[in-house]
């Protein structure tokens, strides 16, 4: 067959490169990709270095990143995770600062058929609050989660690898265990609700809680 001649970019030059037929084409393309490095996910990085700030955080190779929701440009949060617990890693102008919130009483092997979610963390926007943003914890078999406020609205959440987060007009109470619901989806099709904690928190005095 007829060799084609094609031209190649490499560093910004123009190369010359016959191609004998369409199947070396082929070829070439797949040597090209497999030449690129895979793509570093950000928060993968921005996981090691909130394990590096948390020297209490338990087997530090096994944590993972979780959902992460951004205040604005440089502030936001990170739930990092692994295979027993989960932790909010508060995120500065890209890098893992610090991590909060691990409660013996909110870890993965709690959760249930009967309640397979569970309440991690929130934080309030101005105090006292008038938006959160709530931060929790599912099984693997949950594929879709809600928030129900008190006014019976739903606010659907982001979910990510066991974690999710949602937005909500209503801050999570301290004081009382039924402030928000919480709605899953699981993979079976099946629908599981339940009051977003399984307990009344003592007072935090603060703004996460």
Request: net charge negative; proline share 8%.
């Amino acid at each position: 067959m007829a060799a084609a001649i094609g031209a190649l970019a490499v560093n910004g030059a123009v190369a010359s490169a016959s191609i004998a037929d369409s199947g070396s084409a082929v070829n070439l393309a797949a040597a090209a990709s497999a030449a690129r490095p895979a793509a570093q996910d950000p928060d993968t990085e921005i996981t090691k270095e909130c394990v590096q700030a948390s020297p209490d955080l338990p087997d530090p190779p096994s944590w993972r990143p979780g959902v992460r929701f951004d205040l604005d440009a440089q502030n936001g949060f990170l739930v990092i995770r692994n295979d027993q617990y989960a932790r909010v890693c508060v995120v500065k102008d890209g890098k893992g600062t610090f991590t909060y919130s691990v409660n013996e009483r909110h870890v993965y092997g709690n959760l249930t058929a009967e309640r397979p979610f569970d309440y991690l963390s929130s934080y309030n926007f101005d105090y006292p609050a008038t938006e959160s943003v709530h931060f929790g914890i599912v099984t693997n078999d949950v594929t879709a989660v809600s928030l129900v406020g008190p006014d019976k609205s739903v606010t659907p959440a982001v979910v990510r690898d066991g974690t999710f987060y949602a937005k909500s007009n209503f801050p999570e109470s301290p004081y009382v265990s039924t402030t928000n619901y919480v709605r899953t989806t699981l993979k079976d099709g099946r629908v599981i609700e339940g009051p977003f904690r399984s307990y009344a928190a003592p007072p935090t005095g603060g703004e996460i809680s």
